[in-house]
């Protein structure tokens, strides 16, 4: 029995030896685990509050957009103030191709050519690549029209650049595409 009795004090006093050797080591490395801690937790506050800062802007960007959306109006007097505030949305990401596509509706609803270039120039600010498309279908669309004008006009013998240099003259002074025109260009 004293074997059994002696093994076990000798372990009691093994591991009460890596005990203290354990506090000791403790005690010795207690201001570098303070410091490490203390790093630790300032990290992680700033990912933290980096995380919120993005989450809260993220709302906040919806929540323009949505006012946005309840300012988009497409009669003559808004299409301006449209154009220019979907302008604003069209360098994120996230709303450019809905600005975009508000943009050009407002674009081909305009009878003022001044908002007309107005407009267009915003338009063109923020063309990509992969905008051209919407340009080049927007002017294909005035192609046609305009020249589906040319081919009904009265006066043959404008050629298609004197034609589209001066629409007001192109028809007989008082037909309804003649007083159209001369609204659409001159506002008269």
Same mark, same amino acid.
């Given at each position: ?7 076990? &004090?000798? #372990? &009691?006093?093994?591991? !009460? *030896? ?9 005690? &010795? ?8 801690? @203390?790093?630790?937790? /300032?990290?992680?506050?700033? @990912? ?5 800062? *993005? ?11 949505? #006012? ?14 449209? @154009?220019?505030?979907?302008?604003? /949305? ?5 709303? !450019? ?16 050519? !001044? ?10 600010? !923020? ?7 919407? #340009? ?51 506002? *008269?």
């Amino acid at each position: 029995m004293s074997t059994a009795t002696e093994v076990y &004090r000798q #372990l &009691r006093q093994s591991r !009460h *030896r890596t005990y203290v050797k354990a506090l000791k080591a403790l005690n &010795r490395n207690a201001p570098l685990l303070t410091i490490l801690v @203390a790093a630790i937790s /300032f990290v992680g506050g700033i @990912a933290f509050n980096a995380f919120n800062a *993005r989450e809260k802007a993220a709302e906040v960007k919806v929540e323009q957009w949505r #006012l946005a959306l309840e300012k988009v109006a497409f009669d003559e007097a808004n299409l301006l103030p449209t @154009a220019y505030l979907m302008d604003s /949305f069209r360098a994120d990401s996230t709303y !450019h191709d809905q600005a975009r596509a508000i943009e050009a509706e407002a674009l081909v609803r305009t009878n003022d050519p !001044h908002k007309f270039d107005l407009m267009f120039a915003i338009m063109l600010r !923020h063309t990509s690549n992969a905008d051209q498309i919407d #340009l080049i279908r927007i002017a294909r669309t005035l192609s046609l029209e305009l020249k589906g004008l040319y081919t009904s006009t009265s006066k043959k013998n404008l050629s298609l650049g004197q034609f589209l240099m001066n629409l007001q003259d192109a028809f007989a002074p008082n037909s309804d595409v003649h007083i159209t025109v001369r609204l659409y260009c001159c506002g *008269r």
